[in-house]
């Protein structure tokens, strides 16, 4: 039996561009993950191997309208000067590019910029690049998705956040990089899909989930969809014993 066909205003999917943790763990790439609306397409977080899972995909980079990073580690935003130069040369842009980030992204992406490509970086880009900054707990709306930024405790001072993403009716949660937080239950209550990560099996290190800390909650997880992202390679050995959907490069989730 065919699917009913999900009218367009109401479309919102995710692809799994990067499910990695920051050591491309099994051959597997940086975080990224492409989101897309009736009206919208637009990254969550830009690893460095970006380019890469967009072009293996066959996705036209042209396509993105913003991007929402997380965090300012460099497996999470290290993608968007490849990104800013695939603008400049190979695929030219005319139309404004949004950033949205935490405090401190502007700053870090020029920076990452200069240090990678000093002899080329344009004291102007050929077209407009818009940074929005994002505050823990303040909503902003970009063009048709509203999101949501909660800060969790992934960092000590950098603000690193979790972010809910509301669109076509449907909610989205990314929990970026943090270990657990119980408030992941509230805001995992009713949402369409959770993309939680879970970077290691059983031994913990500061900064990220375990799988045996992660498994005692995922009970009480109201969400309709679970996915865990940012594996690594001892969490990713034992995948299919889990029971628990693990996210891998070209999955594509229709919300």
């Not at 001072?157 to 972010?163: D, G, H, N, R, V």
């Amino acid at each position: 039996m065919t699917p009913p066909k999900v009218p367009e205003d109401m479309r919102f999917d995710v692809t799994v561009l990067g499910s990695s943790d920051a050591f491309c763990s099994e051959g597997h790439l940086h975080a990224a993950y492409l989101l897309e609306t009736s009206r919208s397409t637009f990254l969550v977080d830009c690893g460095p191997t970006v380019l890469l899972a967009m072009k293996r995909q066959g996705i036209d980079t042209g396509r993105v309208d913003f991007v929402v990073i997380s965090h300012l580690h460099g497996d999470h935003f290290g993608g968007l000067p490849f990104l800013l130069l695939e603008y400049m040369w190979e695929r030219p842009r005319m139309r404004p590019l949004l950033v949205a980030g935490p405090p401190g992204t502007e700053e870090a992406v020029w920076s990452l910029f200069r240090a990678l490509y000093r002899d080329i970086a344009p004291a102007r880009l050929p077209f407009r690049l818009e940074f929005l900054e994002l505050l823990p707990e303040q909503p902003v709306a970009v063009a048709d998705v509203e999101i949501l930024p909660v800060r969790v405790p992934h960092q000590a001072e950098e603000i690193s956040l979790a972010l809910c993403f509301a669109a076509a009716g449907k909610r989205v949660l990314y929990s970026g990089d943090s270990p657990w937080d119980d408030r992941f239950l509230d805001l995992a209550r009713g949402v369409d899909l959770f993309l939680c990560e879970c970077t290691f099996y059983e031994k913990q290190m500061g900064g990220h989930v375990d799988w045996r800390t992660l498994s005692a909650f995922v009970p009480q997880l109201a969400c309709r969809r679970l996915v865990l992202i940012h594996l690594g390679r001892e969490v990713r050995a034992h995948a299919g014993e889990l029971g628990v959907e693990c996210a891998t490069e070209g999955m594509r989730i229709a919300v």
